[in-house]
């Protein structure tokens, strides 16, 4: 915090300078945290839309290679891995 020096004048147009620059101060913290917090939604939620971009990804190319094997390898691997 600066050293805030009374140097003659008004007593009171110095403290209400004060408290008014304090008082700016913490709203624009209060903004700069807001700005952060809009910011880390907004990448948690493209973070998760591209994790289920992938998994949706994922499961279309399992269904694909399950859709390949035989019936009875295909039975056996959904019941193994899919049916815990």
């Known amino acids: ?3 805030r020096v ?3 004048g ?3 147009s110095w403290i209400f ?3 008014s620059n304090i008082f700016h101060d913490h709203l624009r913290g209060k903004q700069r945290h807001q700005k952060l917090l809009e910011f880390r939604k907004e990448h948690t939620e493209l ?3 591209v994790e289920q971009k ?3 990804e994922r499961l279309d ?3 694909v290679h399950l859709k390949s094997l035989d019936a009875d390898t ?3 691997i959904m019941l193994r891995f899919i049916r815990n």
């Open 6 to 8: 009374y140097n003659g």
């Open 10 to 12: 008004s007593f009171e």
């Open 1 to 3: 915090m600066k050293n």
């Open 54 to 56: 992938g998994e949706d």
């Open 17 to 19: 300078r004060i408290s």
């Open 61 to 63: 190319r399992l269904q």
């Open 47 to 49: 973070e998760t839309a």
């Open 74 to 76: 295909r039975e056996l």
